[in-house]
């Protein structure tokens, strides 16, 4: 069965940096697209990155600069780099799978999420 399982998040101070990871099982990345969400309390839900085989695609423009993703094939795993993080970047972050192409999620699998907070 196909399952996503996020790992990497934690608590950075303002400034620092993560890496989180998202494994992939059941399917070949090679054939879906893979988005980065988030959701802080009290916020909907937003797109962040996604990746795919024709390339990446930006939801937010508030990680430009910041965020990168990027996929290891051969490890099935998509992983979002996030440096220069800020206080409005705590949420917790969902990968998400999506046939064909990056999208807005609806249809997608998801993983159960990894917290991240950025504090001082």
């Known amino acids: 069965q196909l399952q996503l399982v996020e790992s990497g998040g934690g608590l950075v101070q303002p400034g620092g940096f993560l890496r989180l990871s998202c494994a992939a099982s059941g399917f070949t990345l090679d054939y879906y697209a893979i988005g980065w969400f988030r959701q802080a309390p009290g916020k909907e839900r937003e797109g962040v990155l996604c990746i795919s085989g024709s390339g990446t695609t930006r939801y937010l423009d508030s990680v430009k600069g910041r965020f990168t993703i990027s996929r290891d094939i051969a490890k099935n795993t998509v992983y979002l780099q996030m440096n220069s993080l800020k206080p409005e970047d705590t949420a917790v972050y969902y990968c998400?799978?999506?046939?064909?192409?990056?999208?807005?999620?609806?249809?997608?699998?998801w993983g159960q999420g990894t917290q991240v907070t950025v504090s001082s």
């Open positions: 998400a799978a999506m046939r064909s192409r990056c999208g807005d999620g609806r249809s997608a699998y």
